[in-house]
């Protein structure tokens, strides 16, 4: 069985869970996950947690993450993509002056409200279920936090290029909606690469057609989490460890100052799970890598 993290490309055409069931195949197990969707028609870093890196997401996801969009603009769509129907069309009278002076408008905390056709779900049910049914629902802007916005050029007529660097929940065919109607001249979402999630960067990723060695392209269990404080006992602690019981900071050889939040614990140099600090100054596990004794 693999335990790890492997970081993979997905080309346009597939959706997240295609990549996954995939990736299941060439493995031959079942324990395999992703850590933050991309839509059928994006490509771009879709990194797989295989394994025991499955009791990991909720320490991988949703840190900051590079995207290089395409708007067009001229037309607004449906579902603020390449994928809709076009509602409106209307002329472009603006040029990369234009876009450059609006783009601080769409950065910083902003209030972003969701589109219809989006996996959100409204009393159980996605949102894009209402919208195909011609239902309209009230969707209440939501703050998100755009780090950066970046024109990178002219990619055709009326196509641009942009870089946009975000954090958790943020829709970027929204921002390219959103900037089409700040020009007045409206514009949709044509084309999008996610280059960077947390420590996973493109240019490292694999095609799936090109994992003929899955174990090269393994990575480690703590790969992408190093920005988690860590703590480290003695291998005099396995035994305390494997069985889930809390440490106690007697038995720390190695701490961050701050003795508080979530922390990776090692016994000597081997990544055993993570860990929360307690009020005593203990840490208690929160996901267990290690083997528990019976």
Known sequence: MYDGIINVYKEKGYTS???????????GQKKVGHTGTLDPEAEGVLPLCVGKATRLFDYIVDKQKRY???????????????????????????????IRAALPQLTGDILQRPPLYSALKRDGKPLYAYARKGQEIAVAPRPVRVDALELLGCTGEN????????????????????????????????RLARVRAGAFRAEDATALDALSDVEAHLLPL???????????????????????????ARSLLEAPQAREGIVRVYV?????????????GSVRFRAMLLEKRL
Not at 268 to 274: S, T, V, Y
């Open 17 to 27: 869970h295609d990549v996954v069931a995939k990736m299941r195949g060439i493995l």
């Open 68 to 98: 290089i969009a395409e708007v067009t603009l001229g037309k607004v769509t449906d579902t603020q993509d390449a994928a809709g129907t076009v509602l409106e069309e209307r002329p472009v009278r603006v040029g990369e002056a234009e």
């Open 159 to 190: 196509r641009y290029e942009i870089r946009v660097d975000c954090g958790k929940g943020v829709y970027v065919r929204t921002l390219m909606h959103d900037l089409g109607a700040l020009l007045g001249c409206g514009g949709y979402m044509s």
């Open 222 to 248: 703590d790969f992408p989490i190093g920005h988690i404080p860590l703590v480290r006992v003695g291998e005099g602690e396995l035994r305390r460890v494997q069985n889930g019981n809390p440490l106690y």
């Open 268 to 280: 000597g140099d081997a990544f055993a799970g993570m860990g929360e600090f307690q009020e005593d």
